[in-house]
């Protein structure tokens, strides 16, 4: 299960946000919520179906850029595999 | 009671204890509430909108048959409106594609979907019904919704052997989920609870087959097992510990901690015709008496488990020891556990002889079914043969 930093992740079906917009803010999902806030609401938020994977690590490196970016990579990395494993994502496949 | 007070993350609803079927587990009290008494379309969603506002997240719609509810496409949008993501368990009778599409659409966000087995003849049977062929084609249907779809398998004796063909028809789904619930024994389950208690040496098997489902099937589908606690060493955490995280709304609106709370003698239920949700939640009778510690006895009272599973299930203890304060009898602490093992002991001998005598007729050669070998994963386990158990069935309301 390792992840292809081209593809494109997204809330898989049943998964979706809390409808409210101040943190923490929950990733409802079958049988299970997920509060959020902070970087693993920026990784969730990103996971549109539009960004990949590299252009999430990207984002967010900027964004912390007071942070080594291999940490950064490696935490997105960790939580996308947990997010998968939980059947709360989707990968669209890289545009080949 | 040092801890604050939790507020419920889940809300049960029951919508009716009506049901076109007749499992033999079902978890179901024994009396049934009728039509007559069943909660409107406005006072439902009145109790959605207070369980939102308490906290609640998700909303279960179950029954009997939540489908039975003409109102139901209705109840989906007051749950949506009022915030909370919807989940329905259904046996997937009363539908057809077109309602199916409507549920959708009203906003319906988790579909499940219950199973009584993989094969037509022994899910027919436990569930007295035919309805297994039905199930086999809501499964068609919903491959072509974006929607969360779960395969809920009710496991016991005469079908845990159909394991394989049951993960098959899972991965031949669009399911994101697979949940594999041996019977717990409440209800109708504990009526028939000797003919549906499975054998150590299934058990065993099963759990062996599932941990390797489990790894392969990681990220594709999750395979989600629970067994039953009469073989486990410590009882469960009972539904995350009594009034902590769950409300249950019966089909006439009374709150209860859990499903098989009403067996429990002397506990007072509120119902939400009279009082605002949240006043139940905290005030209740029956939410009261089990929350936190102080009602508990020894081995539990000093016991470092005890912030785990909550000294287990209330009603469990009072089923098998007569006394709702006791230690669940299942827990391998409890005063009360060799009850449990004198069930569990009567049962694998039973099974055991019946195999052995049966053993002598298939030599003699009536086989008719073609005794299915599996050659994957060492899970095949001879079925115990025995003849049709004098099921009790669960009838339906008035
Ligand atoms: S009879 Fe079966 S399908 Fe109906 S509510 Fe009970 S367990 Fe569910
Ligand atoms: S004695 Fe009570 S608290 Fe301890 S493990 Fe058993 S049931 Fe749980």
New binding site residues.
Partial sequence: MSIDLGSRPRLAPGCRMEEKTHEPRTLLMPERALRLNGPSLEIVERCDGQHTVQQIITELQQRYSKAEPAKVQEDILGYLALLEKERALDFEPRNT | MNEPRSNPLALIAELTHR?P???V????PLELEARTTELSTEEWSRVFQEAAALGVLQADFT???PLTRPDILDLIRAARAARLYVNLIT?GLPLDESRLEALVQAGLDHFQL?FQGAREEVANEI?GTRAHAQKLRVLEWLKRHRIAVTLNFVMHRRNIEQLPEMLSLAESSSASRVEFANVQYYGWAFANRDALLPTREQLTHSIDFLKKAQERLAGKIKVEYIVPDYYARFPKPCMGGWARKLMLITPSGEALPCHAAKVIPGLAFENVKNRHLSEIWEVSDAFERFRGESWMQEPCKTCDRRALDFGGCRCQAFLLAADATATDPVCSLAPQRPKVDAILLTINSRVAQASASALTTTISGDATEPRRTDSSAGASVAAPTESKPAWRY?PNPS
């Fill in positions: 049901c079927l007749h499992c587990y079902c978890s179901n029954g009997g048959e046996s219950s569930s669960r």
